[in-house]
T-cell receptor
């Protein structure tokens, strides 16, 4: 079946550098995408979302880019901090409501001081 | 405002034993979700409730798993009997309709 996947399972960056986490999705009917951050022992935490009628959305220190042509999603974190160390998941939604989320496998981000 | 509350946080049982997880969603959230998360994987939806009604339980293994959400607030997820492969983190999330899902800390189940 179709599923969301991630290109890299781990990513290590220096504190202060920018981080880019990538995600490939395969469901062309998906119309809504979300990035979640999950710290050890905690549930996923919403970071930022984007709808399929947009190709870029910015938040505080984070930017999500959506390329529907190649079915690619990325999360950019500016000036990465030690507190950003976590596993990051992309999730795709189809069918309108947020109920139908499919999560990818996750990328572990480690920030070196 | 309190977040999604789950209990217990950890549970260790022997195979073939029953186990139950409890979830208290954020006040006012009519939609409640149960997810299963295996190590290194993303969460997978088991069941979604809109108020008291289970509107999506297609991924719930109904031979051993059951869930209920009486009065449209708290929810319980049960496994009976548990199998070794059920070892995972069980996450509960809630949302107001069509909005962001807020996750609880999860219950880590170990089946021996």
């Amino acid at each position: 079946g179709e599923s969301v996947g991630l290109h890299l399972p781990t990513l290590s960056v220096q504190e202060g550098d920018n981080s880019i986490i990538n995600c490939a999705y395969s469901n062309s009917a998906s119309d809504y995408f979300i990035w979640y951050k999950q710290e050890s022992g905690k549930g996923p935490q919403f970071i930022i979302d984007i709808r399929s009628n947009m190709d870029k959305r910015q938040g505080q220190r984070v930017t999500v880019l959506l390329n529907k042509t190649v079915k690619h999603l990325s999360l950019q974190i500016a000036a990465t901090q030690p507190g950003d160390s976590a596993v990051y998941f992309c999730a795709e939604n189809y069918g309108g409501s947020q109920g139908n989320l499919i999560f990818g496998k996750g990328t572990k981000l480690s920030v070196k001081p | 405002e309190a977040g999604v509350v789950q209990s217990p946080r950890y549970k260790i049982i022997e195979k073939k034993q029953p186990v139950a997880f409890w979830c208290n969603p954020i006040s006012g959230h009519n939609t409640l979700y149960w997810y299963l998360q295996n190590l290194g994987q993303g969460p997978e939806l088991l069941i979604r409730y809109e108020n008291e009604e289970a509107v999506d339980d297609s991924q719930l293994p109904k031979d051993r798993f059951s869930a209920e959400r009486l009065k449209g607030v708290d929810s319980t997820l049960k496994i009976q009997p548990a199998e070794l492969g059920d070892s995972a983190v069980y996450l509960c999330a809630s949302s107001s309709q069509y909005n962001e899902q807020f996750f609880g800390p999860g219950t880590r189940l170990t089946v021996l």
